[in-house]
């Protein structure tokens, strides 16, 4: 467990299960979260054009705003399997349904793992009987659920929060194939506090636009990712900008634990571009920096190779920017390391490579004098990522 991360909050009304059932080795690879009573909820799915199964059926059971249970496997994503994944995904949620006594349509599935490979779903199905008697609702239960649903996460994730009478906790994994277009990443939040779905739904779109939808660790949006709430009510009403601010700080913390797990990575990148003339700008121009793979490598092998950042920015062909505008700035230290066309120094470079060995590298981007800013996160681009990448079915 990272040492920042405190044990996970239960949350009344909810309970978890995590275990293995043999996807595919002895790791564990089945979860559940379950409600004691149906739940307001809403979902961020995927906007890949080949969405898993799991997506598919997903979104037409929290069409309604209503959900009970969560159930999610690893080592098998369930995606390019045609209608026979359907099938699983809805047998799955089915026979879950009718352990836990609830209508299956109140189920939400996630599948995470390997594409284009059947999901074993007799194991799956074996396995829901079992459900109600391994349910817990303590911290352990909930870091079970958290590993379970890990792929190449090097460990579980989540964050809580008290929000009034109410707590949120949410999980989540992922650490490639990552940039969410709302990526794999999934990540469920319960809550006891008592809100309606619609507000519910606003809250979470907003939430996962400043939070999971601005990291990239390798530009590839997931066929599987999903962003899930559920609140049971169980505490009574809570002020609704309290509890979006709670959301978007767990999702926020979440999303930079993910970019900062990354397939290989060794460093958390921060990228904060500032002076942009409108926000698309100001976005564009730090996904190009955040996710060039001269600007990863130089930042894992600690090369102050500022023209690897210019670079970046100026191919961002909609949104030019004049070269004497730009200025970039390594890390929030006084005196600042910045970096411009007026100003680079031999011993300037030496500093910046210094800063660069750090775990943690943030970049603050000048580009100009207009009112819009965007932060971006993610890593660098290591050794590791190839031999994860390259051997990942074998």
């Not at 601010?245 to 913390?253: E, K």
């Amino acid at each position: 467990m990272p040492p920042e991360q405190r044990p996970p909050l239960p949350v009344p009304g909810f309970t978890w299960l995590g275990r293995n059932i043999g996807i595919k080795d002895d790791r564990p690879d089945f979860g559940v979260v379950f409600s004691a009573r149906p739940a307001a909820a809403a979902a961020v799915f995927t906007r890949n054009n080949f969405p898993g199964a799991p997506v598919v059926v997903g979104r037409e059971h929290v069409a309604d705003g209503r959900l009970q249970a969560i159930v999610v496997n690893s080592k098998n994503a369930n995606v390019a399997t045609g209608t026979g994944g359907l099938e699983h995904a809805r047998r799955v949620c089915a026979r879950l349904g009718e352990a836990l006594g609830i209508a299956p349509e109140l189920v939400l599935p996630s599948s995470t793992g390997v594409i284009g490979v059947p999901l074993p779903v007799e194991k799956l199905v074996a396995a829901c009987a079992g459900v109600p008697a391994g349910l817990a609702g303590d911290a352990a239960a909930i870091e079970a659920f958290a590993r379970a649903i890990m792929t190449t996460d090097t460990h579980p994730k989540w964050h809580s929060a008290r929000v009034g009478p109410a707590t949120l906790t949410g999980v989540a994994k992922g650490a490639g194939m990552i940039e969410p277009n709302m990526a794999t990443m999934l990540a469920y939040f319960v809550t006891d506090a008592e809100l309606a779905a619609p507000e519910l739904r606003a809250m979470l779109r907003r939430a996962v636009e400043r939070s999971f939808n601005r990291i990239s660790i390798d530009t590839d949006t997931s066929t599987s990712d999903t962003v899930v709430v559920l609140a049971n009510g169980l505490a009574g009403p809570v002020a609704p900008a309290d509890f979006e601010a709670a959301l978007t700080a767990a999702a926020l913390h979440l999303a930079k634990a993910i970019a900062r797990d990354g397939e290989g990575a060794t460093k958390l990148i921060e990228v904060h571009v500032h002076g942009a003339d409108t926000p698309a700008a100001a976005l564009a121009i730090a996904k190009a920096v955040v996710n060039s793979p001269l600007v990863k490598t130089a930042i894992y092998g600690a090369d102050p190779n500022w023209g690897r950042f210019i670079m970046a920015i100026g191919k961002v062909f909609d949104h030019p920017v004049p070269l004497e505008a730009v200025e970039i700035r390594f890390g929030r230290g006084e005196p600042p390391l910045a970096i411009s066309v007026e100003r680079q120094a031999p011993e300037l470079l030496a500093r910046i490579s210094a800063y660069l060995k750090g775990d943690d590298v943030r970049l603050a981007i000048r580009v100009g004098s207009g009112p819009c800013a965007e932060t971006v996160w993610g890593c660098d681009l290591t050794e590791g990522y190839v031999r994860e990448n390259a051997y990942y079915t074998t």
